[in-house]
């Protein structure tokens, strides 16, 4: 049996200039200077200690291995001394054996590297590149003839299932790859546990008589591979049962069923934390984009966590899975763009909630050598093709990368993202935008990989416009932009921006520096605005009522506008006790109501029920205006 040992607490920690601490992992050295704004946050070589005593194993018989689940972005590691390994690549897994170098007490040295350099990505791009030691470090202790632990940070297994005769059987293709020649037995078990198929090789072929699909939010259903070798290694892997595929003119499917993709995108860092986050983080997060009702993520802008990739997995969430290759190409930095897209899909084949591996995002706001740019795309393109035939590619375009831009077409499907009714006037753009692309390429698979505008829970207005970063601005941007996409419902997906806010330490905007505000949820996760309770009416099955403007309590007018939002088709709203009026609909009611010292409202569907009170002011308050910070940037990229 493999034997896993943490390495999580007691290391040293020296900084930038030369400071030291103790810290435990996670651990992130920019925390704080990388979310409170300036683009200063510290960037460059740090250096991690740890010792320990050699594990306890056999020496005979077995081996230990040193792995890596994330260090950000560039890591060397020495272990007593000697040189082992480096990596390059922030957000995925590596390992080396270390079993010829182990003594009675060890010393770990780890070097890790967030610094600007023209190589390894990201570089450039609306977010914070924290460094660290970000995610867990484990020795594995394994049997010398074992399931690969060499290639990519696989996991040594490989597992291809579809449904097959109607949907009432699971085809399974089960390859493994070792480092000996001892036989493979490989067993397929249902969710209980019970043994369904079984056979022997390195590439089995097993069918499952009576298969129960993995079926997105409904029925994410879940199988599990089991590999042993003769002399005792055993590995293992969860897999699901389906199909998919996309068209033009109708979207998405899933198992032959249309199954329209709306849903969010993530970063992977909180408040105070930055990305040194552990499961309970990624758990919440997890809830709440449940919550909301969203049947997709796209995990932005590089591999997540594998235990998030297993909760897409267990909840049934579509996933978009893409490597940093984001905003600016770097001719230098080819390489790595290979060995990220290598890793995220060797370590992510097995998971059944991936559909598809995004090459790109944004890749045209500052490209210098398109020719080589392009030859890139193709050979990422190529290269996710040969590796996984199963599912498609996919990018990421910005709005300065026109619809006839070669770049757009490249791989099998495409998504644009754009702001406009934010960073430009007029949200009836996006029709005329999605109609034009229709038109123009109608065999050609279309979505919104984002869209979205900032919104602050302390700034408010009767008469909300762009710009002003109100809460309900951005509920006005979203609600026309779902409406958008019911008109437009051939879409293959679409990804707001954001789920949550982010920490981008370039910004300036809304009041609070070093924070992109789009999120439909705070940075700390504590306030859900307005917009998070409009697609949950659109989205979730739960039964629900939510009044708006809840925290826009004093108004000057003789009369506001009071707006429900609900996934119920009947809203009773009572004034002060007596009822007001019952409207009949969908998603969105609004209510004249008139105003007094004190108004207190209630919005009742059946049992649901929620309550409000307004204040009759004679002055607008200050406090819910945006202040002049001033800085004009519209956006990220003015800075450099």
């Not at 897999?239 to 595929?245: K, M, T, Y």
Request: contains cysteine.
């Amino acid at each position: 049996m493999r034997q896993t040992i943490k390495l999580m607490q007691g290391w040293t920690f020296t900084d930038l200039d030369g400071k030291t601490a103790q810290v435990d992992l996670p651990h992130t050295w920019n925390n704080i200077d990388g979310q409170d704004g300036g683009n200063d946050y510290r960037r460059g070589t740090c250096l991690y200690e740890k010792q320990f005593p050699a594990p306890v194993f056999d020496e005979e018989t077995q081996c230990v291995y040193l792995e890596f689940h994330g260090v950000n972005a560039s890591a060397k590691v020495e272990l007593n001394g000697t040189p082992i390994m480096t990596h390059d690549g922030g957000y995925s897994t590596f390992r080396k054996e270390i079993t010829d170098l182990l003594k009675k007490n060890n010393e770990l040295k780890v070097w890790a590297d967030n610094g600007v350099n023209d190589r390894v990505y990201p570089q450039k791009a609306d977010f914070t590149f924290y460094g660290g030691i970000y995610r867990d470090v484990d020795l594995l202790i394994v049997n010398k003839n074992h399931f690969d632990l060499d290639y990519f940070g696989g996991p040594g297994i490989q597992i291809t299932a579809k449904p097959v005769e109607g949907y009432k059987k699971g085809d399974v293709t089960v390859k493994t790859y070792t480092n000996c020649e001892e036989a493979v037995s490989v067993s397929i078990l249902d969710a209980e546990g019970n043994t369904v198929c079984s056979g022997t090789g390195t590439e089995v072929h097993l069918t499952i008589e009576t298969v129960r699909l993995w079926n997105g939010l409904e029925d994410p259903y879940l199988y599990t591979a089991v590999a042993k070798l003769e002399s005792g290694d055993e590995i293992s892997a969860r897999f699901g049962v389906r199909d998919f595929h996309y068209h033009a003119k109708t979207g998405f499917y899933l198992n032959g069923k249309s199954y329209p993709l709306r849903g969010v995108s993530r970063h992977q860092d909180r408040k105070g934390l930055g990305n040194a986050i552990t499961r309970k983080e990624h758990l919440e997060d997890m809830d709440l984009i449940c919550e909301v009702g969203a049947n997709t993520i796209r995990l932005a802008h590089y591999q997540h966590d594998q235990y998030f990739y297993d909760l897409c997995d267990e909840r049934g969430m579509v996933v978009w899975a893409e490597i940093p290759y984001i905003s600016e190409h770097m001719p230098n930095g080819r390489e790595n763009t290979v060995s990220q897209m290598t890793e995220l899909i060797v370590q992510n084949y097995n998971h059944a909630s991936i559909v598809c591996w995004g090459v790109s995002n944004e890749i045209t706001i500052s490209t210098k050598d398109k020719k080589d740019m392009l030859d890139n795309h193709r050979m990422l393109n190529d290269l996710c093709h040969k590796m996984d035939p199963g599912r498609f590619t996919t990018l990421a375009c910005y709005a300065m990368c026109g619809p006839f831009n070669p770049v757009a077409h490249i791989t099998d499907t495409v998504s644009w993202n754009l702001y406009l009714g934010w960073y430009v006037p007029g949200l009836f753009l996006n029709d005329l935008w999605m109609d034009f692309f229709h038109k123009a390429y109608p065999d050609r698979c279309l979505g919104y990989s984002e869209y979205g505008c900032e919104g602050m829970p302390n700034l408010h207005s009767s008469h909300p416009r762009r710009g002003d970063h109100t809460e309900e601005y951005q509920a006005i941007y979203h609600e026309y932009m779902l409406e958008c996409f019911e008109r437009h419902p051939w879409m293959w997906a679409t990804h707001v921006w954001n789920m949550f806010d982010f920490a981008a330490d370039a910004r300036n905007q809304g009041g609070e520096p070093g924070m992109n505000h789009k999120g439909l949820i705070t940075f700390d996760r504590k306030t859900k605005k307005d917009s998070f309770y409009l697609y949950k009416a659109y989205w979730s099955k739960e039964p629900f009522l939510h009044i708006c403007s809840k925290r826009f309590e004093d108004r000057t007018e003789d009369e506001i506008t009071v707006k429900v939002y609900t996934n119920q088709n009947e809203v009773t709203l009572s004034v002060n006790g007596q009822k007001l009026e019952t409207k009949y609909g969908e998603h969105v009611f609004t209510f004249r109501v008139p105003m007094s010292t004190e108004v207190s409202v209630t919005a009742a569907s059946g049992n649901l029920r929620d309550d409000a009170v307004f204040c009759k002011v004679s002055s607008p308050n200050p406090a819910y205006v945006l202040k002049d910070s001033g800085d004009k940037g519209a956006n990220w990229t003015n800075k450099e």
